[in-house]
C-alpha cells in the first residue's frame, strides 16, 4: 500500500493547536515495518481513521503512540520505540509500545475484545471476564500511559492527548496521575452499554473502567444515547461523582468532564474519486453487465465477520425472501464482501464456519445452472474494488445488530454516483440516526426484514434517486474532517477555558 502522496488534510490542526503538542494514542499503528523478501517493507494499515488521521499527524509534528505490530517493527526503532514517519518524508513521530504474546492474549483479545466488545454491544452471550485478562489489560494501559506521559515530558510545552477507542479505558486515568495538567480527550468508536449491562463485568471492575474513563477531560461518543449511557452509569457506580445530565458534564476529582456526541465520518471525496475513475467505470459496467442486466437488480453488502454485523440475520432473510418469493430467483442476485476478522477467536472462527455453511445451502436450493444468488468474496479486497461494488449496486444492506456508527452505509452513499440504490439500514447503528433516507429495518424481525428488502426492490427508479440525493448532499455536510473540526474546537475550546480559570485562581 501507497506510503507517501496521501491527500493533505482538510482540517488545519495547526490552527487549533497553536503551540500545543499533538500526542495521539490507538491500539493500531499507522505505520507497519515488515520483513518482506527483498528487506524490510513498509506497510500502511487500509482504514478511516488512518487515512484521515496521518495527514492530519503530518502537520502537527506530534507523537502518533501506538502498539509494534510489525515484524521489522523493532529493527527501525530508537531505544524508546520512536521512529520518524512517514518513511523518507520524517513529518511526525511514531511511538511503539511492545506487546509479547501474553499481553496480545490478554489485552486485545481478552479484555478489549471478549469482554468489552460484546458487552458493549449488548450481546452478552459472547462476553466472557477472565481475572487474566483484566489483569493484562490495566498493565498495558498503563504501559501506554508511561509512554505518553514520556512523550509529554520530551515537550518543553503544553501538550494534548487524544486516546482512540475501547482497547484505553483505564489509560487516562493513569495518566492523569502522571501528569495532572496534560489535556486529555478520548473517541470511543463503539456504543456505550445502559448500567444493567456495564454492571455485568464484576463488581470493582465496571467501576474501575468508569473511573479510568473519567481521567479524561472530554469524552466523545457517537451518538448522544452512548453519551447518556455513559452518564448514567456513572451516576448508578461512582458516587462520588456529580453528574449533570442536562450539560452533559461531571465533576470528578474537583475536575470538569465534558461529554459529548460528535459522529464519525468518511472521507467522502476518496470515495467518490475512487468510485468515478475510468477504471471504476469500467469494472461497474463489467459488474451491472454480469449481475444486473435488464430489470435484474443487484444488491451488495460489506463486513468484517463480526458477530455484530448481522450477517447470519442478512441470510436468514435472503433464504425467506427468496423461499416466498420465487419470481425473484434469478432476477436479484446478492454479492457479499465478508473479510475475515479476529478469527484467532473461536466465536469469530466458529461465525465464519457458519456463514459459510449457510452460504452453500442458499445457493444448493436456490441456485440454477444459470444463476447463483449470493456471490460471496471471503477476503479483504482493495477499496477501489469496493468503491466500484458500491456503485454497481442497486441496493446495499447494512444489519448490524448493534453498531457505534458503522462506516460502510456512509461509504456506499459517497460512491452511489449514479442515485440509483437504496440502502437498507439497521435502526441499531448510529448511521440510522443520522442518515435520513434509508430503508429502516430491526435485524431480529426477519419478516419486517425481508418487507424492507421487498420496498427496496420495489422502490421506484425517481423514489430511489430523490432519497440518494439527499443522503449524499448530507453526507457532503458531515464528513470525517467535520468530524475532526468538531472535536478539536471542542477539546481547544475546553482547553482554553481551564486556562483562564488557573490564571484566574493564581491571580487570587
Ligand atoms: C468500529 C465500530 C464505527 C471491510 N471489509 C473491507 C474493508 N472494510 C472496511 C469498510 C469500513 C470498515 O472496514 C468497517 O467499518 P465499520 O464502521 O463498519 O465497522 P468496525 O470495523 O466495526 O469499526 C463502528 C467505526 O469503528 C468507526 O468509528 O463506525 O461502529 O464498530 O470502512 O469499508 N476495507 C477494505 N477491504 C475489505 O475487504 N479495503
Known sequence: MAVAGLPLPMVDIAHYLDDCKF???????????????????????AGGLVSALDPTMRRTHGTWVA????????????EAGRVAVPPDENCY?????????????????????????????????????????WERYRTVNLRFAHAVADEAERC??????????????????????????????????????????????????????????????????????????????????VPEARVDHARQTIVFRDRLVAVGAFPISIDVERFEQMAASPESEARVATLRDRYAKGTRQLGVCVDRIDYTKGIPERLHALETLWT??????????????????????????????????SVMAINTQFGTPDWTPIVFINENV???????????????IVSSLQDGMNLVAKEFVACQ????????????????????????????NVDGFVAGIRTALGMSPEERKRRMHRMRRDLHNSTIFDWLDSILARATGIMGAQRIAQRQVAAV
Not at 23 to 45: C, D, F, W
Not at 212 to 236: M, W
Open 324 to 357: 416466498e418469493s420465487p419470481e425473484l430467483r434469478e432476477r436479484f442476485t446478492f454479492l457479499f464482501v465478508c473479510t475475515p476478522s479476529r478469527t484467532d477467536l473461536p466465536a469469530y472462527a466458529m461465525l465464519e464456519r457458519e456463514v459459510l455453511q
Open 93 to 133: 513521530t511514531l511511538r511503539r509500545v511492545w506487546l509479547d504474546d501474553a499481553d496480545v492474549n490478554g489485552y486485545y483479545h481478552g479484555f478489549a475484545n471478549q469482554a468489552l466488545w460484546p458487552l458493549c454491544h449488548m450481546l452478552i452471550q459472547h462476553f466472557e471476564f477472565r481475572t487474566e485478562y
Open 417 to 444: 454516483l449514479d442515485e440509483r440504490g437504496a440502502l437498507i439500514l439497521s435502526r441499531f447503528t448510529g448511521s440510522a440516526e443520522e442518515i435520513e433516507g434509508a430503508i429502516l429495518i430491526n435485524p431480529f
Open 156 to 237: 518543553s510545552g503544553r501538550a494534548m492527548a487524544w486516546i482512540q477507542d475501547y482497547h484505553f479505558a483505564l489509560a487516562a486515568e493513569y495518566l492523569r496521575a502522571m501528569r495532572p495538567s496534560l489535556f486529555i480527550h478520548q473517541f470511543w468508536h463503539i456504543p456505550f452499554p445502559p448500567a444493567d449491562i456495564l454492571r455485568l463485568l464484576p463488581d470493582g471492575t465496571h467501576q474501575a473502567v468508569l473511573r479510568g474513563l473519567l481521567g479524561n477531560d472530554l469524552i466523545e461518543f457517537q451518538i448522544d444515547r452512548y453519551a447518556a449511557n455513559f452518564l448514567d452509569c456513572v451516576e448508578k457506580f
Open 23 to 45: 500526542i495521539l494514542v490507538s491500539n493500531r499503528e499507522p505505520y507497519e515495518h515488515m520483513r518482506g523478501a527483498t528487506g524490510v517493507e513498509v506497510k500502511q494499515p
Open 67 to 78: 502498539w509494534g505490530s510489525g515484524t521489522a517493527d523493532r529493527d527501525v526503532t530508537d
Open 382 to 396: 482493495d477499496s477501489d474494488l469496493l468503491a466500484n461494488v458500491y456503485r454497481a449496486a442497486d441496493l446495499c
